[in-house]
T-cell receptor, first 113, second 118 residues
Framework: SQKIEQNSEALNIQEGKTATLTCNYTNYSPAYLQWYRQDPGRGPVFLLL?????KEKRKERLKVTFDTTLKQSLFHITASQPADSATYLC????????????FGSGTRLLVRP | GAVVSQHPSRVICKSGTSVKIECRSL??????MFWYRQFPKKSLMLMATSNEGSKATYEQGVEKDKFLINHASLTLSTLTVTSAHPEDSSFYIC??????????????FGDGTRLSIL
């Protein structure tokens, strides 16, 4: 079955540094991958989507890469700010339905001032 | 745009009670809505896919008689937890896809309902 792993439970970095979060998947070749942000007690908020034929996607301070050979996506936040502190989830389209999303367990990011 | 409202945000009730959670798309029509359950520090677990005007599709292991889903209009889906027990306590989140949206377009999430069964 599909398996999605995000790199660690928590990532602690200094303000101004670049945060890099990892999403690895196995037993599947998704057509696209999405990244969401979730704050405590709130629903996820969509950030970026990258398709299988795209290597990289950018949006302001965010950058996502998608390596279908390594079966890995990297999510970067440059010039990180304390307000970026949240849990970041990666999600893949479901193998039996591209309308469904399968989520990773998320990486909690803490940006220290 | 693309706002999804979920109500109530928090509910505490006694064991054996049935609880209804509403999910509304406020500024768009949603032919498909999804219901998730999330445990503390865990990922979102898809429970069911709700399609307007038809029966919901439940994921393996989810009891359809326990978690009743109704999607009677293009802007409203409801999840009813029947005869709730303490093990049903969790954070329930809905999401919606706009009508006509391609499969690779994002889902729009509500802010979740914290359900606590005493």
């Amino acid at each position: 079955s599909q398996k999605i792993e995000q790199n660690s439970e928590a990532l602690n970095i200094q303000e101004g540094k670049t945060a890099t979060l990892t999403c690895n998947y196995t037993n599947y070749s998704p057509a696209y991958l999405q990244w969401y942000r979730q704050d405590p007690g709130r629903g996820p908020v969509f950030l970026l989507l990258i398709r299988e034929n795209e290597k990289e996607k950018r949006k302001e301070r965010l950058k996502v890469t998608f390596d279908t050979t390594l079966k890995q996506s990297l999510f970067h936040i440059t010039a990180s700010q304390p307000a970026d502190s949240a849990t970041y989830l990666c999600a893949l389209d479901g193998v039996d339905s591209s309308y469904k999303l399968i989520f990773g367990s998320g990486t909690r990011l803490l940006v220290r001032p | 745009g693309a706002v999804v409202s979920q109500h109530p945000s928090r509910v505490i009730c006694k064991s054996g009670t049935s609880v209804k959670i509403e999910c509304r798309s406020l500024d768009f029509q949603a032919t498909t809505m999804f219901w998730y359950r999330q445990f503390p520090k865990k990922s979102l677990m898809l429970m069911a896919t709700s399609n307007e005007g038809s029966k919901a599709t439940y994921e393996q292991g989810v009891e359809k008689d326990k978690f009743l889903i109704n999607h009677a209009s293009l802007t409203l889906s409801t999840l009813t937890v029947t005869s709730a027990h303490p093990e049903d306590s969790s954070f329930y989140i809905c999401s919606a896809k706009a009508a006509g949206a391609y499969s690779n377009q994002p889902q729009h999430f509500g802010d979740g309902t914290r359900l606590s069964i005493l």
